[in-house]
C-alpha cells in the first residue's frame, strides 16, 4: 500500500497536467486562428482601400 499510494498521487497529477496541457494547445489554437483571421480581415480591408473609390474604409 506504500508504494501504491504516490503512484496514484502522480498519476493523478500527470492526468491533471496533461488535461492542462489539451487545454493550453486548444487556447493556442484559437489564438493562432484570431490571428489567422485578423489577418484576413486586415488584408481584405488594405484590398478595399486600394480598390475602392471611396475612402470611407481607410
Known amino acids: ?24 494547445i486548444f487556447f493556442f489554437n484559437l489564438n493562432r486562428g484570431v490571428i489567422y483571421l485578423q489577418l484576413i480581415v486586415i488584408y481584405i480591408w488594405g484590398l478595399a482601400c486600394f480598390t475602392l473609390p471611396t475612402e470611407n474604409f481607410c
Do not use: A, D, E
Open 1 to 24: 500500500m506504500g508504494y501504491q499510494h504516490p503512484t496514484h498521487i502522480f498519476i493523478r497529477n500527470h492526468l491533471h497536467l496533461s488535461r492542462y496541457v489539451q487545454y493550453l
